[in-house]
Nanobody
């Protein structure tokens, strides 16, 4: 399984972005997730969606971010609204939750939010 994340960029506070994560291989039964890592910090959980469509979010993004997936396209999305400078980070997609770990990771896409 390979994951390709895209959609990052430079935006202003209050703007929106949509990240995409295209998966190659059989991922339909996998939970998919987004994490992010700001400079000098650890990688943090952002959102995940199960194979059945059940979603969960970090408190910091609830109400602003929405994760979805298109099984036919093997793609997961992260719609990010009302972006804040604190959302600036490299965003990584992941697939196949195994306990508290994920088996597959994408390469990351940079999101920069200016104030």
């Amino acid at each position: 399984v390979q994951l390709q994340a895209s959609g990052g960029g430079l935006v202003q506070a209050g703007d929106s972005l949509r990240l995409s994560c295209v998966a190659s291989g059989r991922t339909r039964s996998y939970t998919m997730a987004w994490f992010r890592q700001a400079p000098g910090t650890e990688r943090d959980f952002v959102a995940e969606i199960s194979w059945s469509g059940s979603e969960s979010y970090a408190d910091s993004v609830k109400g602003r971010f929405t994760m979805s997936r298109d099984l036919a396209k093997n793609t997961a999305y992260l719609q990010m609204n009302k972006l804040k400078p604190d959302d600036t980070a490299v965003y990584y997609c992941a697939a196949q939750r195994i306990g508290n770990q994920f088996g597959y990771w994408g390469q990351g896409t940079l999101v920069t939010v200016s104030s």
